[in-house]
């Protein structure tokens, strides 16, 4: 093998590892927080928020969900976005957990 196929090669092989670390990283913050995840469940998170018991949790009042919460980035219109409370990872408009705070 000469120089120049073996410097091909070596610069395929980074940029597909570069490639597929990317994907990986972007896979895991986009995964969505489910009420199982430990961390979450910690929280109470809820997928839907009218499904919150307030005597379990008497910080949640009527009406919050994490559209309404300054941890919620999403573009206007969209169903779910991702929550900075969580590293990123996606949760539904309507969901709601014990972290909310009101965005002003
Ligand atoms: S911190 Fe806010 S946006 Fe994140 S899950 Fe809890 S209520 Fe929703």
Known sequence: MDISRRSFF??????I???CGSAASQAQTT???????PAASALGF????????????P????????????F????A????????MYGGRTVPSTAWCAAFFKRV
């Open 72 to 75: 919620f980035q999403a573009d």
């Open 17 to 19: 590892a570069a490639i």
């Open 59 to 70: 910080t949640y009042e009527a009406g919050q969900s994490c559209s309404g919460c300054a």
């Open 77 to 84: 219109g969209t169903t779910e976005g991702k929550c900075s």
């Open 31 to 37: 995964q969505a927080v489910t009420e199982n995840d």
């Open 46 to 57: 809820h997928l839907n928020a009218s499904t919150v018991d307030k005597a379990k949790y």
């Open 10 to 15: 070596t610069s395929s092989a980074v940029i």
